[in-house]
């Protein structure tokens, strides 16, 4: 059975080129409502243990100095079915691959700069909420 919990994070280049609001207005459009949602600066510590499943892959060292060289976004969102329907609107990692209208294909400015993270399954989602959450900031 699908959840109605996802995790995003608008990533240090959407933040960078003032896409917070565009994407959040994408986001409750498409009938999103924001659980949880704090604006700060990941250490590439914090990156690296986020990031920590990708630890063996060669993107490892350049994905967690990316994404700790900026400010992000990251968020709680609830909806049925959420997970896939939040990929669904995010599109494809690479923007040249996602459809027209997806978040990735509009902000995105290459597939390392992909504007937002998004949960693969429910268990990712809820084990990346509770990364960033506790349960008492959730609304």
């Known amino acids: 059975m699908a959840g109605n919990i996802t995790f995003t994070m ?4 959407a933040v960078e080129a003032n896409n917070i609001g565009p994407i959040l207005a994408m986001i409750n459009k498409a009938g ?7 604006y700060m600066r990941l250490t ?5 243990n986020f990031y920590a499943v990708h630890k063996e892959r060669p993107f490892y060292g350049e994905l967690t100095e990316y994404m700790s060289a900026g400010p992000i976004v990251a968020a709680v969102l609830v909806k049925d079915n959420a997970v896939a329907d939040y990929r669904k609107l995010i599109g494809a990692t690479d923007p040249t691959k996602a459809d027209e209208g997806t978040i990735r294909k509009m902000f995105a400015k290459s597939i390392a700069a992909n ?3 998004g ?3 429910d ?7 509770n990364f960033f959450f ?6």
């Open 123 to 129: 268990e990712n989602a809820e084990i990346e909420s």
């Open 115 to 117: 504007a937002v993270h």
């Open 119 to 121: 949960s693969d399954s």
């Open 10 to 13: 608008i990533k240090p280049d």
């Open 44 to 48: 590439k510590e914090q990156a690296g």
């Open 134 to 139: 506790s349960h008492l900031e959730r609304y």
């Open 32 to 38: 999103f409502r924001i659980l949880a949602m704090k």
